[in-house]
Nanobody, 128 residues
Framework: QVQLVESGGGLVQAGESLRLSCAAS????????MGWFRQPPGKEREFVAA???????????FYGDSVKGRFTMTRDNAKNTVDLQMNGLKPEDTAVYFC??????????????????WGQGTQVTVSS
């Protein structure tokens, strides 16, 4: 089992930045990738970014089109954490952001059902 805990959400104005963090504990050595998803009010869960956790592509990152160029995902293997630096935030970025992890499969997949573990989510609100 793997446990995920997000932190860093909050309320900001459009154009500002926020940094989210996700701490993983448990059997993290078994993971193939970690990702960030978000769910806007009344909408389906949306892929944000994912990072390869192990293997030849370890450290490689895949971004959703809506955040490419504005968000940066990084990891700290020693601390078992992943961060999401969000710059140039827009009102449409308002959502609950979830950290997720998968035991197998490519990091370059945006399908939430492929992920095995989920955090509780953290709210990000961007005012115009």
């Amino acid at each position: 089992q793997v446990q995920l805990v997000e932190s860093g959400g909050g309320l900001v104005q459009a154009g500002e930045s926020l940094r989210l963090s996700c701490a993983a504990s448990g059997r993290t050595f078994s993971l193939s990738a970690m990702g960030w998803f978000r769910q806007p009010p009344g909408k389906e869960r949306e892929f944000v970014a994912a990072i390869s956790w192990s293997g030849p592509s370890s450290g490689s990152v895949f971004y959703g089109d809506s955040v490419k160029g504005r968000f940066t995902m990084t990891r700290d293997n020693a601390k078992n954490t992943v961060d999401l630096q969000m710059n140039g935030l827009k009102p449409e970025d308002t959502a609950v952001y979830f950290c997720a992890a998968k035991r197998s499969g490519s990091y370059s997949s945006s399908r939430p059902y492929e992920y095995d573990y989920w955090g509780q989510g953290t709210q990000v609100t961007v005012s115009s």
